[in-house]
């Protein structure tokens, strides 16, 4: 008998369990109200709120550690780097080194902590007018020992430049895929941070979205058939794979070293998939700080407490820029980005 592809089902949890290369993954989906003239919650709208640390969605929405305007306000990280997908809203970032920036639906922020940074995500409600529904995911991804105290590093994976495959079956069904990391048939995503754990191809780290048609059959192609692999299917009705019908909001882990079949049913379906070698090191994590042993994580504490990873050069802890200023990356060297909105 054939082994199966499916190695586990597990229900998703409010943040996403991983495997190794990864840590985890939060997904956010907010359907946030008009912003105000400070682009931030109307005050009557915050009343019963437990603001600044607010997680629990009421009204459809959270505002997470902000006061006035949603998000997260500055805070450090050490050890591994962030995948932030923006799917749809604005997320503004800025940085203990200076850098900044804001980005919307189909871009990716790929930021290395390495020795230590801190930064603030912010999402302004920059629509006075209407509503601002916001969709994210945070990704982790460990660093290997050898590169856990590297420079802090980020870059902007822009919309335009994200390759999509838009795969048509042979019912007319579309399966539309972007390549975040990693490589599908002959597309391959965009060059990641050099010091990621993905900047090496034999590693097979692969990041990608799916949205299949309702009715739709698509192959993922294999990989390493020592990676982790992945499949978040976090919203539609059901699929089916090897004859099985899975309900959504369920993490699959599967074979790396099989295609994959999916067989979607009556509803517009959406997957993440991770999938990559792992990096088979132990993991010591305390909050934001993310080494490989508990040593490290009081250095790392220590540290922080010493110098606070370069302090924080912005006059506000929930750093938001100006409502007219669209997409871009403001990088520590000076460099600037500007994208159209």
Known sequence: MNKSIIKNIKPLGFTWETQDPFLFCAYHRDQYPMGNSEMGVNPEELKDRNTGQDFIIKNGWR????SSIPGFPYHPHR????????????????????A?????????????????IQHSEMFPLINEDKGNPLEIFQIWLNLPKISKMVEPH???LWNEEVPVINYKDESNKITSIEVIAGKINTITALTPNPDSWASNPNNSVGVYTVKMDAGANWILPKTNSDANRSVFFYKGD??????????????????????????????????????????????????????????????????????????WPWIEKEVVHARDKGRFALHSNGKEEIKNR
Do not use: C
């Open 154 to 156: 980020f870059k902007m």
């Open 79 to 98: 050890g591994f780097e962030t995948i932030t997908i923006n799917k749809e809203g604005v997320v503004d970032h800025s940085d203990s080194l200076g």
């Open 238 to 311: 059901t699929i089916k794979l090897e004859g099985k019908t899975i309900l959504a909001n369920h993490v699959l882990e599967l074979e790396a070293g099989e295609n994959i079949e999916f067989q979607n049913g009556n509803a517009e379906t959406y997957f993440l998939i991770l999938e990559g070698k792992p990096i088979g090191e132990p993991v010591a994590q305390h909050g934001p700080f993310v080494m490989n042993s508990k040593e490290e994580i009081r250095e790392a504490m220590s540290d922080y407490g010493k110098t606070q990873f370069g302090g």
């Open 63 to 66: 505002m997470y550690h902000g």
């Open 100 to 116: 900044a920036g804001r980005f919307m639906a189909g871009d990716v922020q790929w930021m290395t902590a390495g020795k230590g």
